[in-house]
């Protein structure tokens, strides 16, 4: 159990600040449900990626469709630092949430445009060139999302319940995912294939627009943060900071952080991407053209939305617990599991149903671990002053290099060797970085934010003293 002094006791120094718990829990909302909109186009693209997008964009690239199609979606991790770099010092200058409506309104928009791109029957090469610019239009907008959202969240919660605020944005996360593979597989299960091809697969990307609406009021009615809020009280001037004096900032004074939050952002992110996106195309397509016991669209689809439901049913529990017992135990247990299970979950997936059931159940369980925890753990490697900028640059650059592009590496790797195990010792190599990462990394639990006064929720502090009458006193005692 951590020793984790009352959050509105004073200090002499720094007087706790207090958000009222209903302000809390609409920050919270306008976060997580933000993120719904961003993260349902990239479930929409990795379920439809084997068996629709392929053929309806690269119709006559046989075995290399899938690689094509998936080098689409990889393609947005390309753009990913330009957005944080963008995004995130704007963030840190002119606040959190003007920054996160912009990017919401950008994703939504190209998840729209995704939806009406005509086929490669239409007009050829054309089709599969807007497919890969309008991925790196979404790309550039997902590189100020998720950090400003992580940051909001943050900067939101009380310092002993932040781990289990947190974990609400990856309940956005996975429900934008659940949601892209529900629409899928609806669209797939209700459709003639000619029917799904010509128009069909179009439908799921059309319900981007009202996601991405109530994202976006969700947001506008919103406050800034607390913490931000005291920075600009403090140093106005930050508002007028360059680009490359943040940059310096992050690089030279948090280097260590740097480091330490992209280890753990490359191992949480492999295992993410890889069951998220490389599985349903292996599953589906993959095993089948090697002579394995692969599964049919709408099986692999449930499956994935089976695991991530399991998955959305226990990690606001999770991250409640990393608040009583620190967040690196939990990592840690990830980077392990990942390390122990890496391979055997690949293998599995190899076994008909009850194998893959058990090698998703592997994967998802060292996902949740990684998934619960982190976002409350990254934003606090940075101080208040370049807190968005250095996520945005961090986690941008660690996911556009080393685990966006995971499943294109391992379906290229796949598809030039024919060996199927790929995947696993991509898991496999995620934990020993993660393993790495937590042995540097402080523990953040129940301590306020850098840069910020300790910060406590009006549901965390104690009820009012009343008179022998029972009238409230309106000055209680210390």
Do not use: K
């Not at 302000?23 to 439809?48: H, I, K, P, Q």
């Not at 990913?80 to 010092?89: E, I, N, Q, W």
């Not at 002119?94 to 086929?119: C, Y």
């Not at 966006?404 to 696993?424: E, F, M, Q, R, V």
């Amino acid at each position: 159990m951590i020793d984790q002094p009352h959050p509105w006791r004073r200090d002499g120094v720094r007087p706790p600040a207090v958000e009222g718990e209903y302000v809390l829990r609409r920050a919270t909302a306008a976060a997580a449900v933000g993120n719904v909109a961003e993260w349902y186009d990239f479930g929409l693209y990795s379920y439809l990626a084997g068996t629709v997008l392929s053929r309806v964009f690269f119709p006559d690239a046989g075995p290399w469709a899938a690689v094509y199609t998936l080098g689409a979606f990889a393609a947005a991790f390309v753009m990913r630092p330009l957005g944080g770099l963008v995004f995130g010092p704007l963030g840190d200058r002119i606040g959190r949430t003007r920054v996160l409506s912009a990017t919401v309104v950008l994703m939504a928009a190209a998840t729209l445009l995704l939806g009406l791109v005509p086929g490669h029957g239409t007009i050829g090469v054309a089709a599969p060139v807007l497919v890969l610019v309008i991925r790196m239009l979404q790309g550039f907008s997902a590189g100020g999302e998720y950090t400003g959202a992580l940051t909001l969240i943050a900067e939101y919660a009380p310092d002993r319940r932040r781990g289990f605020f947190g974990s609400w944005l990856e309940f956005g996360t996975l429900s934008g995912y659940t949601l892209g593979a529900g629409a899928s597989a609806l669209v797939i299960a209700l459709l003639p294939d000619d029917a799904l091809l010509s128009w069909g697969w179009r439908l799921p990307f059309m319900l981007a627009l009202p996601l991405g609406i109530t994202g976006i009021y969700l947001r506008l009615r919103l406050e800034d943060t607390p913490a931000f809020r005291q920075l600009m009280d403090r140093s106005p001037a930050v508002a007028g900071m360059p680009l490359r004096r943040a940059l310096t900032i992050v690089l030279v004074r948090y280097r260590r952080g740097v480091l330490v939050a992209g280890g753990l952002v490359v191992a949480w992110n492999v295992a993410n991407y890889v069951m998220t996106s490389y599985v349903p195309t292996y599953l589906t397509s993959t095993l089948v053209e090697y002579g394995e016991a692969g599964t049919g669209t709408a099986a692999a689809t449930g499956l994935q939305v089976a695991v991530m439901l399991t998955m959305l049913a226990t990690i606001t529990t999770v991250g409640r617990l990393s608040d009583r017992i620190g967040r690196r135990p939990v990592l840690l247990t990830g980077s392990t599991a990942l390390v122990v299970t890496g391979l055997p979950a690949v293998w599995l997936l190899r076994q008909g149903l009850l194998g893959q059931i058990g090698g998703l159940a592997l994967m998802g369980a060292c996902l949740l671990c990684f998934a619960a925890v982190a976002p409350s753990t990254l934003p606090a490697v940075f101080p208040t002053l370049v807190r968005y900028g250095g996520l945005a640059l961090t986690f941008n650059v660690a996911v556009s290099v080393f685990a966006g592009t995971s499943p294109t590496a391992i379906a290229a790797l796949t598809a030039s060797t024919g060996y199927l195990d790929w995947a696993g010792w991509f898991l496999v190599a995620a934990g020993v970085i993660g393993l790495v990462s937590v042995a540097f990394l402080e523990e953040s639990a129940g301590h306020p934010l850098a840069g910020a006064r300790p910060l406590a929720s009006s549901a965390d502090l104690p009820p009012p003293e009343r008179s022998p009458d029972g009238v409230f006193l309106e000055h209680p005692r210390d």
